[in-house]
């Protein structure tokens, strides 16, 4: 089992940065893949980054390429989402999930665990 937690969502406007964190606890967080996601109002969730245990990349969205980076620290078994040049069309729901069973996965289906989401309103 792994519980996650997201922080960091608020209304900043067009062009601003957000930090966004995942505190999990449960499993050990070094052993799982991590992700993030998010869903617009009327939209499906979709994915946004995925980091290995080990701290590398497995996958950004194309969109956010150069302005997220996707992040972990495995001693304080947290995650993290810092976002740069944030646009309106971001705005939406982001989830961190936990994927425990596969590797190198990035798509919303493959992930078991999820938090509650955080709210990240970017104004025009």
């Known amino acids: 089992q792994v519980q996650l937690v997201e922080s960091g969502g608020r209304l900043v406007q067009a062009g601003g940065s957000l930090r966004l964190s995942c505190a999990a606890s449960?499993?050990?967080?070094?052993?799982?893949?991590m992700g993030w996601f998010r869903q617009a109002p009327g939209k499906e969730r979709e994915s946004v980054a995925a980091?290995?245990?080990?701290?590398?990349?497995?996958y950004y969205k194309d969109s956010v390429k150069g302005r997220f980076t996707i992040s972990r620290d495995n001693v304080k078994n947290t995650m993290y989402l810092q976002m740069n040049s944030l646009k309106p069309e971001e705005t939406a729901v982001y989830y961190c999930?936990?994927?425990?069973?596969?590797?190198?996965?990035?798509?919303?289906?493959?992930?078991?665990?999820w938090g509650q989401g955080t709210q990240v309103t970017v104004s025009s």
């Open positions: 999930a936990a994927d425990v069973d596969g590797v190198d996965r990035w798509r919303v289906d493959e992930y078991d665990y």
């Open positions: 449960g499993r050990t967080f070094s052993t799982y893949s």
């Open positions: 980091i290995r245990r080990t701290g590398t990349i497995i």
